[in-house]
């Protein structure tokens, strides 16, 4: 999950070359500012993390949570005041 500012020319190029970064390193889009990414394993997981730190831009905050597939599973997704299903059942979950 991030929160980087937009406000000038200079902000917005480099949020939105964060954001491509993030695609780069295989993750899809939640929602506009947090992205997920399967890892199998918590090393994994660390070694994402530790890709990530290095595109981070020097503004804003970007918030790293890292969950197991027993807590994804949990989940509960509403959209317009009803439940929806998710697309598909995955395992661990990285979180931005």
């Known amino acids: 999950m991030f929160d980087l500012p937009v406000l000038t020319k200079r902000q917005r190029k480099r949020a939105t070359k964060f954001r491509n970064d993030l695609l780069d390193l295989g ?3 939640a929602q506009f500012s947090v992205y997920m990414k399967f890892c199998g394993n918590r090393p994994s997981a660390d070694a994402l993390a530790n890709r990530v730190e290095r595109v981070v831009p020097f503004e804003g905050q970007v918030t790293l949570l890292v969950f197991t597939d ?6 509960r997704v509403f959209s317009g005041g009803t439940k929806s299903k998710r697309q598909e059942e995955r395992g661990q979950l990285v979180l931005l």
């Open 27 to 29: 993750f899809e889009m």
């Open 70 to 75: 027993k807590q994804y599973e949990r989940m």
